[in-house]
């Protein structure tokens, strides 16, 4: 989808390929455009380049946690809303939220895997 046509721009920090281009996928079916980062580094570089509206961040990464990189994303000042995302059990997913917002991030909300296109449309509304 071309940038000036979509409705916003979802960021999408996970290390499961298929996971990320089943997201991507749903991202654009609801108007949303989408770009995938497979690792910390690139994922914080595509967010001070691309100006997402949305990022979605996996809790579960290979040599790091979804916390510490909402801490980096907190010390960047960006402005995404963020979407927790994790088939990590439910106390971990709000612990999560719960750090995000302590950090004064803007928080889309959570996103448990297996997710759906509903709850991923829910997310994405604008604010």
């Given at each position: 989808?071309?940038?000036a046509a979509?409705?916003?721009?979802?960021?999408?920090?996970?290390?499961?390929?298929?996971?990320?281009?089943?997201?991507g996928?749903?991202?654009r079916?609801?108007g949303?455009?989408s770009?995938?980062?497979?690792?910390v580094?690139?994922?914080?570089?595509?967010?001070?380049?691309?100006?997402?509206?949305?990022?979605?961040?996996?809790l579960?990464l290979?040599?790091?946690?979804?916390e510490?990189?909402?801490?980096?994303?907190?010390?960047?000042?960006?402005?995404a809303?963020?979407?927790?995302?994790?088939?990590?059990?439910?106390?971990?997913?709000?612990?999560a939220?719960?750090t995000?917002?302590a950090?004064?991030?803007?928080?889309?909300?959570?996103?448990?895997?297996?997710?759906t296109?509903?709850?991923?449309?829910?997310?994405?509304?604008?604010?």
């Amino acid at each position: 989808m071309d940038d000036a046509a979509a409705a916003g721009r979802l960021l999408i920090l996970d290390d499961e390929p298929t996971v990320a281009q089943v997201l991507g996928a749903m991202a654009r079916v609801c108007g949303v455009d989408s770009r995938h980062a497979a690792t910390v580094e690139a994922f914080l570089a595509a967010a001070a380049d691309w100006a997402p509206t949305h990022v979605a961040i996996d809790l579960m990464l290979p040599g790091a946690h979804g916390e510490d990189v909402l801490r980096q994303l907190a010390a960047t000042g960006c402005p995404a809303r963020v979407l927790v995302c994790s088939g990590a059990g439910p106390a971990e997913l709000q612990a999560a939220l719960a750090t995000a917002q302590a950090l004064g991030l803007p928080v889309a909300g959570v996103l448990a895997k297996p997710f759906t296109l509903a709850a991923l449309r829910a997310l994405l509304r604008p604010r």
